[in-house]
């Protein structure tokens, strides 16, 4: 689905419009997302492969999951798996999620919902879709996207946000032909719902074809825009971009998004618009020691994750699971 589906666009509140001297970015870098598997099966786009983790920062890794149609019995999930030392966000753009963890969260997401998990000091986790889905099938589609924690906040209590469709801030552009969807930060002054212990933004926008979208950005932040779907051009350069890349743009206070003109021959007729996600935060600048699930600062906090891991010191699959989990002899929380 697009970033906002309502009746009346004009009612939406406005981005507004670029200052004179505003430094539009220019695209540093396009690469082209891998395919791959996650968890049980289910097919995932890499977003951020062979992307320096120093033009990332803060973020980690990011998958795009689907877009899918699944046939009766086929949707999946991943089993019980444990996490430390980041943020796990995920938007669930079409299709239905269930979310568990060992420290109290857990609900069900669907077409606009985002679920914000906070590993921090240790989590055990599990995502799959409700049995309705499994058994009837469907569309599917949503992201996953990690943020690392800085040193101070990597042992902070687990927490968990349910943000509902409904909570988001939704813009449109000055004239219209760009819709936006603000899950986190600050977007000309108007704020998404979600709380971060790193200063970022993340926005889910739709620009029709031909449409420029002139999105303010903060300057200390950096600035990645991914491509869900369709095809057009980012940055001041106007480099092409199609689905399943994702650019990584230079320094400015404002990211400039064109949808492709109708007859171009970059054109996508299937989706005709540019749907993307355009994400940027404070660069944390420190050290990552990265293995599986756990994002730490070095490579003997690494160790101790596992170790912790294995002797169950990140959590207890609640009760109501058990039964579940030990038919699918995951009760040792290990990752994929």
Do not use: C
């Not at 749907?275 to 070095?298: C, K, Q, S, W």
């Amino acid at each position: 689905m697009p970033a906002v589906t309502v009746e009346d666009t004009t009612t939406l509140a406005r981005v507004p419009v670029p200052e004179p001297r505003t430094v539009r970015r220019r695209t540093r870098s396009v690469t082209t997302a891998p395919a791959g598997f996650e968890g049980e099966g289910f097919p995932v786009r890499r977003a951020f492969a062979g992307v320096d983790l120093r033009d990332l920062d803060p973020f980690i890794h990011m998958d795009q999951m689907g877009e899918v149609e699944y046939a009766p019995g086929e949707p999946k999930g991943t089993s019980w798996h444990p996490h430390r030392g980041f943020e796990t966000v995920t938007y669930i753009i079409d299709g239905t999620f269930e979310h568990a963890d060992s420290h109290g969260g857990g609900g069900t997401i669907s077409n606009g919902d985002t679920q914000w998990m906070t590993a921090g000091g240790g989590v055990l986790h599990i995502e799959r879709p409700p049995e309705a889905l499994v058994l009837s099938g469907g569309l599917f589609h949503g992201l996953q996207l990690w943020v690392n924690l800085p040193r101070a906040q990597k042992w902070v209590e687990p927490r968990y946000q349910d943000l509902r469709a409904r909570e988001s801030v939704l813009l449109a552009s000055p004239d219209g032909g760009a819709l936006l969807r603000v899950i986190a930060g600050d977007v000309g002054g108007h704020r998404g719902p979600g709380s971060t212990y790193t200063p970022m933004a993340m926005v889910h926008a739709t620009v029709s074809p031909g449409a420029t979208l002139d999105l303010p950005w903060r300057p200390d932040f950096n600035a990645l825009v991914y491509v869900l779907s369709g095809s057009g051009a980012v940055g001041i350069d106007g480099s092409p971009v199609r689905t399943g890349q994702l650019a990584v743009l230079g320094p400015g206070d404002t990211v400039t998004l064109r949808g492709t003109r109708p007859g171009d021959r970059h054109a996508q007729s299937r989706t005709p618009d540019l749907d993307v996600v355009v994400l940027g935060g404070l660069p944390i600048r420190e050290p990552i020691a990265m293995y599986g699930p756990f994002v730490m600062n070095t490579r003997q906090e690494v160790l101790d994750a596992l170790t912790d891991a294995q002797a169950g010191r990140l959590g207890s699959i609640p009760a109501s699971y058990v039964g579940a989990a030990a038919a699918h002899g995951d009760l040792r929380g290990e990752s994929e």
